[in-house]
């Protein structure tokens, strides 16, 4: 059973910051590209930040460089998102997803449930 679970949300004013975990299970983490979406009302989902399955490369929304890290801990099947300097913009559902392609080219594609994050002063 394949499971990707998102914590870290809540509250924060801005320019705090807030640090996410996605603990995933049920796959082959290590073999898997992570990354982070956001969404809010009315919006598309937009990429966050993504990170290759070894962790060599990263990279990152414009919106979001130079504030936002990504790291993952394969040890741990955790993916982390760093946010500092926090903007109201930054207001959104955040996910965690997991790629990587299996046999006969099949997409595996996993989603977490999402977590809140809210900047408000």
């Known amino acids: 059973q394949v499971q990707l679970v998102e914590s870290g949300g809540g509250l924060v004013q801005p320019g705090r910051s807030l640090r996410l975990s996605c603990a995933a299970s049920g796959f082959t983490f290590s073999n898997y590209d992570m990354s982070w979406y956001r969404q809010t009302p009315g919006k598309e989902r937009e990429l966050v930040a993504i990170?290759?399955?070894?962790?060599?490369?990263?990279n990152y929304a414009d919106s979001v460089k130079g504030r936002f890290t990504i790291s993952r801990d394969n040890a741990k099947n955790t993916v982390y998102l760093q946010m500092n300097s926090l903007k109201p913009e930054d207001t959104a559902v955040y996910y965690c997803?997991?790629?990587?392609?299996?046999?006969?080219?099949?997409?595996?594609?996993?989603w977490g449930q999402g977590t809140q994050v809210t900047v408000s002063s």
């Open positions: 990170i290759t399955s070894n962790g060599g490369s990263t």
């Open positions: 997803n997991a790629r990587a392609w299996g046999s006969y080219g099949r997409l595996h594609n996993y």
